[in-house]
């Protein structure tokens, strides 16, 4: 009997190898003829026809009689390839994509639903997944939301699969089927990185919350302040998620991010740090905070944190924040701090007493 039993256990041991085997990814960096930095662009719908506008959310496929739904890939071939993926999830940020695949990494912007924000808005109390909800619901297409109907073709998850299938056969060069499983019903989210920065780094670390990926750039972020999915189980450990802001962005001194990165665990990997004061690796942290001199003013600090105009520059023009950048993007995930104590300081109820939210 126990024989018996040996000897089914090893059967069903070898052939759940054999299928982990079959959806395990064997491709392998192929040399450029002629390596250079690649960019490309393509429309979502003419990838893939089942794209279409959902103009009630103003998720639009065209604006005033220009392309809306534009997707950007860029790889650097002559950079030695990491095998990771950045899918970014706000407007394509050159500067910024220069840097990642600089590092090795590949790079694509997807469009996205993110027209809702700021059209809707839960009561203060009444949901606190409302918004959170919504950003699964447009990062996965599963009805999850009952203020949106957005299908599968229209979310990240799915767009970002058909750009690069599409980027696969246009740009064989660039290595994009390292991201694609075998079958190529899905990509490698073991490979890919979310990053965003505002709404998109929220939507990128409320989809890693449900979808397990390697790493996840919270670039002054996240927010939804009057809700607690960042506190839901998730399938992204939370040393994977690594976070910078400026000190004077409304979303910092409103306690939108400590409260947000308290309640992802961030505390767990090291204390919040300021990248202006401590060195690289930052005591291997995953809260950075800047008070770089950005004039006082709250709206360039929340995008001075990303390469672009917003971003502060020393006295012979190089940005400050470059180590910080790469640190990011490329730190080891396994390599933490010292956990430390919530901060009572950060509020963590932000709701209103009374009436609607804000």
């Given amino acids: 009997m126990i024989q018996t039993l040996n000897?089914?256990?090893?059967?069903?041991?070898?052939?759940?190898?054999?299928?982990?085997?079959?959806?395990?990814?064997?491709?392998?960096?192929?040399?450029?003829?002629?390596?250079?930095?690649?960019?490309?662009?393509?429309?979502?719908?003419?990838?893939?026809?089942?794209?279409?506008?959902?103009?009630?959310?103003?998720?639009?496929?065209?604006?005033?009689?220009?392309p809306a739904d534009i997707q950007k890939a860029a790889v650097d071939t002559r950079a030695p390839l990491q095998g990771r993926l950045v899918?970014?999830?706000?407007?394509?940020?050159?500067?910024?994509?220069?840097?990642?695949?600089?590092?090795?990494?590949?790079?694509?912007q997807v469009h996205y639903a993110n027209g809702w924000f700021g059209k809707l808005s839960p009561l203060a109390g009444d949901d606190d997944q409302f918004l959170g909800n919504i950003r699964l619901e447009a990062a996965t297409g599963k009805d999850v939301s009952s203020a949106v109907e957005i299908p599968r073709p229209d979310c990240i998850a799915e767009r970002a699969l058909q750009f690069v299938k599409y980027l696969e056969k246009?740009?064989?060069?660039?290595?994009?089927?390292?991201?694609?499983?075998?079958?190529?019903?899905?990509?490698?989210?073991?490979?890919?990185?979310?990053?965003?920065?505002?709404?998109?780094?929220?939507?990128?670390?409320?989809?890693?919350?449900?979808?397990?990926?390697d790493r996840v750039v919270m670039f002054c972020g996240p927010r939804d302040q009057l809700e607690t999915w960042q506190a839901l189980p998730s399938a992204t450990p939370a040393n994977r998620f690594f976070g910078f802001s400026h000190v004077l962005d409304g979303g910092w001194t409103g306690d939108?991010?400590?409260?947000?990165?308290?309640?992802?665990?961030?505390?767990?990997?090291?204390?919040?740090?300021?990248?202006?004061?401590?060195?690289?690796?930052?005591?291997?942290?995953?809260?950075?905070i800047t008070a770089a001199d950005v004039g006082q003013s709250a709206s360039r600090a929340h995008s001075s944190v990303t390469p672009g105009r917003a971003a502060v520059k020393d006295d012979q023009g190089h940005y400050i924040h470059e180590h910080v950048w790469e640190y990011l993007f490329m730190h080891p995930v396994d390599?933490?701090?010292?956990?430390?104590?919530?901060?009572?300081?950060?509020?963590?109820?932000?709701?209103?007493?009374?009436?609607?939210?804000?």
């Fill in 170 to 213: 246009k740009n064989p060069q660039g290595n994009w089927g390292l991201f694609l499983r075998n079958d190529g019903k899905d990509l490698r989210w073991d490979k890919v990185t979310l990053a965003g920065s505002s709404h998109g780094s929220t939507t990128s670390a409320r989809f890693a919350k449900a979808q397990r990926v």
């Fill in 7 to 66: 000897s089914s256990f090893s059967v069903v041991v070898i052939v759940n190898l054999f299928a982990t085997m079959a959806m395990a990814q064997t491709a392998s960096v192929k040399p450029d003829p002629k390596p250079q930095k690649h960019v490309l662009s393509a429309r979502a719908s003419e990838i893939d026809p089942r794209v279409q506008a959902h103009p009630e959310i103003n998720f639009l496929l065209e604006k005033d009689g220009k």
């Fill in 256 to 288: 939108h991010y400590c409260r947000s990165w308290e309640l992802l665990g961030l505390n767990e990997f090291g204390p919040i740090v300021d990248v202006d004061k401590i060195a690289a690796p930052y005591q291997n942290s995953r809260r950075l």
């Fill in 87 to 108: 899918i970014w999830l706000m407007g394509y940020n050159q500067e910024l994509a220069d840097r990642c695949t600089g590092y090795g990494l590949h790079f694509i």
């Fill in 335 to 358: 390599e933490i701090g010292r956990k430390t104590a919530e901060d009572p300081s950060c509020q963590k109820d932000l709701r209103p007493k009374s009436g609607k939210a804000k």
